[in-house]
């Protein structure tokens, strides 16, 4: 890569879920979407409009005390590789590819913030959280919501909320997503059956990628459903509460498993670790589904020498543009980059073992 | 991980179809979700009957401040504007209404004449705050769950989540001056 980068040094140093400790719950995301009176949205908006909005919204951003160094990066000035780090980092469902002049983001040195301006409302921010302290987490993104509004008038109607560009976020605008893993509740044919029973009705399940009902790397995300019609605290209560059952019918099949493991389940953690320790060739969905049985075997005790946290970051890590970073070379061949990823995840497995 | 879609690429909804079509040699794949009008398009070369109906008697539907359709709309795009609320606001509600969007329990007042006003969360003149006892509230539900399930062990792992919320307060009242 690049010697000259624009984003912090925490970036590179720290992948978000570095912290967490509950390795059935690494983190939550939590999303606010704003949109400023007098303003079209967006979609609607011309260049220089979008540069102007950029521009005030972020000399109120980078002066906020909740945020730590925050910059402004204006998308023209981001190389697509930079975007993409940005894209990974923060888990994002849609692609900062095509984000151009009068676009830009606000990021800080905590790398858990970013603030998205002009891409699908005038502002987006997104808050991660990977210790459970929600309230902690919603009362920054609350009061730097609460700053901002001093500042510009937000779009607001006494019947439809806070309005957004996408109507189906209308209402408090606020999104939640709880990343759990549940490879347990997966394999057994369970989490059908533990969604129905265990998660409210406010609460929809989603996967990192693809076609739902197919979990990547093996986690569920729980998200609200609703963002008109309930207080911030339904959204919130409904959801910790359905997060906090559904990781709990999984614990008790790995408490299970522990007393009694599982052949089937061993094999598949066991194969999964002779696929990482053995290819040459890594595509990044075989990666996320491999190290989601390592991260169980871990906490089964089946594997020894690899830290849950260390399987967290490499999860991060094994995308693309952080592979790019990790091998200092930008590359777009897909081959070179499976080449490239499969000598990494050996490089970190290489001290671990699967006990018999 | 940008190696497939997650949303319909027409309206950014849930994939429910992949649409195939081959047109000499080459082809094309397209992910849509069931009610996808473009996918409607396709498959019968025309509009379903109540799109159709309804694409009829609001034809010519538009924001006067930004210029969006009612079409635009109805293929997924973004609204412009705040004003899209005011002029799109009856079509925004049957559509949360039909994707499921809204509460049930308030979805029956919807139809009234006086429908109850909706937005129930905060506005920008009165600030949220999430008291802990939210989380205490979510945890306490899950205790109750595992006692009745006879789960001790969960239940007592709870009961110490509940605890180190509780004395969380207590202890930074200790250390305040």
């Known amino acids: ?356 | 991980m940008p190696d497939r879609p997650v949303e319909c690429s027409h309206c950014k909804k849930t994939i429910a179809v992949i649409y195939k079509e081959i047109i000499e040699d080459v082809v094309s794949c397209t992910h849509m979700c069931a009610e996808c009008p473009i996918l409607m398009q396709k498959m019968t070369g025309e509009l379903s009957d109540t799109k159709r109906k309804r694409s009829e008697t609001e034809m010519g539907l538009c924001c006067g401040s930004c210029g969006t359709t009612l079409e635009s709309i109805q293929t997924g795009n973004p609204l412009g504007c705040s004003e899209c609320y005011s002029v799109f606001g009856d079509l925004i509600m049957q559509e949360l209404v039909s994707l499921d969007m809204i509460p049930t329990r308030l979805q029956k007042g919807l139809g009234r004449k006086k429908s109850q006003p909706l937005h129930i969360g905060k506005s920008p003149s009165t600030p949220a705050q999430i008291p802990s006892s939210s989380r205490l509230t979510a945890l306490n539900e899950a205790l109750n769950d595992a006692l009745k399930k006879e789960n001790y062990e969960q239940a007592a792992w709870l009961r110490d989540q509940i605890k180190d919320l509780m004395d969380g307060p207590n202890e930074r009242k200790k250390t305040s001056p």
């Open chain 1, 1 to 356: 890569m690049k010697e000259k980068k624009p984003l912090p040094k925490s970036f590179y140093s720290h992948t978000p879920w570095d912290e967490n400790t509950n390795p059935l719950w690494p983190a939550t995301s939590f999303y606010l979407h704003r949109n400023f009176k007098g303003n079209l949205f967006p979609s609607k908006l011309s260049e220089a409009q979008a540069s102007k909005l950029v521009e005030r919204l972020s000399q109120i951003m980078l002066k906020l005390q909740q945020l730590q160094n925050p910059i402004c990066l204006k998308a023209e000035e981001l190389a697509p590789m930079e975007k993409e780090f940005l894209y990974e980092h923060f888990l994002c469902r849609e692609t900062f590819q095509n984000t151009l002049k009068g676009q830009a983001f606000i990021i800080d040195d905590t790398a858990h913030f970013l603030g998205l301006l002009n891409v699908t409302d005038h502002l987006q921010m997104e808050l991660i959280d990977c210790k459970n302290k929600w309230e902690k987490a919603w009362s920054i993104l609350s009061d730097i919501d609460t700053a901002i509004g001093s500042n510009l008038e937000q779009s607001f109607s006494s019947k439809f909320g806070y309005l957004t560009s996408d109507p189906g976020k209308c209402g408090t605008g606020l999104s939640v997503m709880c990343y759990l893993h549940l490879p347990l509740l997966i394999q057994s044919g369970q989490l059908d059956e533990a969604l129905d029973t265990q998660a409210e009705e406010s609460v929809m399940a989603s996967s990192l990628q693809g076609p739902p009902g197919e979990y990547v790397g093996d986690f569920v995300i729980l998200q609200n459903k609703f963002t008109l019609g309930l207080t911030e605290e339904m959204i919130l209560r409904d959801l910790h509460m359905s997060a906090t059952k559904l990781t709990l019918a999984e614990q008790t099949l790995r408490d299970k498993c522990k007393k009694e493991p599982d052949l089937k389940i061993k094999d598949l953690v066991s194969r999964s670790f002779g696929l990482l320790i053995h290819s040459y060739q890594l595509q990044t969905k075989e990666v996320l589904d491999a190290l989601s049985k390592i991260k169980l075997g871990i906490d089964l005790g089946w594997i020894t020498g690899l830290s849950d946290s260390k399987i967290n970051e490499v999860f991060f890590t094994c995308q693309r543009a952080h592979i790019g970073f990790v091998f200092g070379e930008e590359s777009s061949d897909p081959q070179i980059v499976s080449g490239k990823r499969a000598e990494f995840i050996h490089n970190e497995l290489k001290n671990s073992k699967f006990v018999e």
